[in-house]
């Protein structure tokens, strides 16, 4: 089993930035492909960058130039660089894990079976 668990998300004004971090533990291998999805309520739960093993990353077309996905391979930990933060970026964002997807430009969340608990970041206008 993986452990992941979500930290940084808070409520800032538009045009703010925020890091979220997500510390993975467990049987986790810094192998494993790991991602950021959100969900608004109403909306289907939406992919929002991901990582693979060897580094290379992946964005919604939303965010791309905005957020900015990252690994410590050393502290098993993820994060999100959030910059101009807009409000539609409002939602509950959810790491994610799995030693195997089928790409990782995907950004399905079907491909995933390691999810955290989800932290909450409210954007203000």
Do not use: H
Not at 18 to 45: D, H, I, N, T, V
Not at 49 to 71: L, P, Q, W
Not at 77 to 103: F, H, R
């Amino acid at each position: 089993q993986v452990q992941l668990v979500e930290s940084g998300g808070d409520s800032v004004q538009a045009g703010g930035s925020l890091r979220l971090s997500c510390a993975a533990s467990g049987y986790f291998q810094s192998s494993y492909y790991m991602g950021w999805f959100r969900e608004a309520p109403g909306k289907e739960r939406e992919g929002v960058a991901a990582i693979e093993g060897d580094g290379a990353t992946s964005y919604a077309d939303s965010v791309k130039g905005r957020f900015t996905i990252s690994k410590d391979v050393a502290k098993n930990t993820l994060y999100l660089q959030m910059n101009s933060l807009k409000p539609e970026d409002t939602a509950m964002y959810y790491c994610t894990a799995d030693s195997s997807i089928n790409s990782v430009y995907d950004l399905s969340p079907y491909e995933y079976n390691y999810w955290g608990q989800g932290t909450q970041v409210t954007v203000s206008s």
